[in-house]
């Protein structure tokens, strides 16, 4: 089946430094790729996507680039903000699947907080 | 904009009693899906509806009923509460499939559900 890992958390920093989230997946098609992220009290927003081999998705400063030769999705960005501090999901879906399969499947998530 | 509403927020049961949790959505969106996300494994897709009248079973579907009489409301059901279903339960909707190319969930903010 389809399956989706990523980098356990939480994830600690301080503003301004580098972020790298792994996401590495695991699919019988040829999948999408999403990010979501889930601020606290709130459901998930999309942050970004890709939809083929090379794509890169980007969206707020946040970048990910869908390499089908180490199936995986890293999520970045260059300077995080206390804002940032979030949950975040990776996911796949299959677009060429039938029924429950077609569906998103997510990742487990990963905590990051930012400090000031 | 109220996008996709979820009540209750909070929600405490004994074993073996019964609840409805509702999922209202304004968009005019053909695609609903409910979720549950429990600590370290992400979300995991319950039931889902590609339109009204219809449903489906997701990864998880035992132990719930869902029904969708309406287009803006889907309803999720769960007869005889166990300790197992203790999780936060997101509502999402879409346009079309989640896993097409061009779509993306509108996720609700979530009902935080305790099975004593």
């Known amino acids: 089946g389809n399956s989706v890992t990523q980098m356990e958390g939480p994830v600690t920093l301080s503003e301004e430094a580098f972020l790298t989230i792994n996401c590495t997946y695991t699919?019988?098609?040829?999948?999408?790729l999403f990010w979501y992220v889930q601020y606290p009290g709130e459901g998930l927003q999309l942050l970004l996507k890709a939809t083929k081999a090379d794509d890169k998705g980007s969206n707020k400063g946040f970048e990910a680039t869908y390499r089908k030769e180490t199936t995986s999705f890293h999520l970045e960005k260059g300077s995080v903000q206390v804002s940032d501090s979030a949950v975040y999901f990776c996911?796949?879906?299959?677009?060429?699947?039938?029924?429950?399969?077609?569906?998103?499947?997510f990742g487990s998530g990963t905590q990051l907080t930012v400090l000031p | 904009n109220a996008g996709v509403t979820q009540t209750p927020k909070f929600r405490v049961l004994k074993t073996g009693q019964s609840m409805t949790l509702l999922c209202a959505q304004d968009?005019?969106?053909?695609?609903m899906y409910w979720y549950r996300q429990d600590p370290g494994m992400g979300l995991r897709l319950i039931h889902y509806?590609?339109?009204?009248?219809?449903?489906a079973k997701g990864e998880v579907p035992d132990g719930y009923n869902v029904s969708r009489l309406k287009k803006q409301n889907f309803l999720l059901g769960l007869e005889s509460a166990a300790p197992s279903q203790t999780s936060v339960y997101f509502c999402a909707s879409s346009r079309g499939t989640g896993g097409g190319t061009n779509e993306k969930l509108f996720f609700g903010s979530g009902t935080q559900l305790s099975v004593l």
């Open positions: 699919a019988t098609g040829y999948p999408s």
């Open positions: 968009m005019n969106h053909e695609y």
């Open positions: 509806s590609v339109g009204e009248g219809t449903t």
């Open positions: 996911a796949l879906t299959i677009p060429g699947a039938s029924g429950s399969a077609r569906q998103l499947t």
